[in-house]
């Protein structure tokens, strides 16, 4: 299993940038896709972008105007730049990293999640 470590939340005011990190750590052998989920209040866990081994992203598509997912694979990071924050964008957001380890066993790991508020 992979261990992952979010930062970057905090509180912002709308119309504002955040930009989120996940660093990946443990027993890796590789990574496939890294990607990121929020929940807000009293809402399930929802979707929000997640980018594969050759880069290719894919967002749900109220975010995909806002937000930009990228990753440095030598690092074993994960970013979230996100722009123009509203109020429902209030949530924890959770970085979501698979992949296979040194034994060859796959993996689904989460991270501790980190608050994202958008409030003025």
């Known amino acids: 299993q992979a261990q992952l470590v979010e930062s970057g939340g905090g509180l912002v005011q709308p119309g504002g940038s955040l930009r989120l990190s996940c660093a990946a750590s443990?027993?890796?052998?590789?990574?496939?896709?890294m990607g990121w989920f929020r929940q807000a209040p009293g809402k399930e866990r929802e979707f929000v972008a997640i980018?594969?081994?050759?880069?290719?992203?894919n967002y749900q598509d109220s975010m995909k105007d806002r937000f930009t997912i990228s990753r440095d694979n030598a690092k074993k990071m994960v970013y979230l730049q996100m722009n123009t924050l509203k109020p429902e964008d209030t949530a924890v957001y959770y970085c979501?990293?698979?992949?296979?380890?040194?034994?060859?066993?796959?993996?689904?790991?989460w991270g501790q999640g980190t608050q994202v508020t958008v409030s003025s």
């Open positions: 443990g027993s890796i052998l590789r990574i496939h896709a």
């Open positions: 980018i594969s081994s050759n880069g290719s992203t």
């Open positions: 979501n990293v698979r992949g296979i380890d040194y034994w060859y066993r796959p993996f689904d790991s």
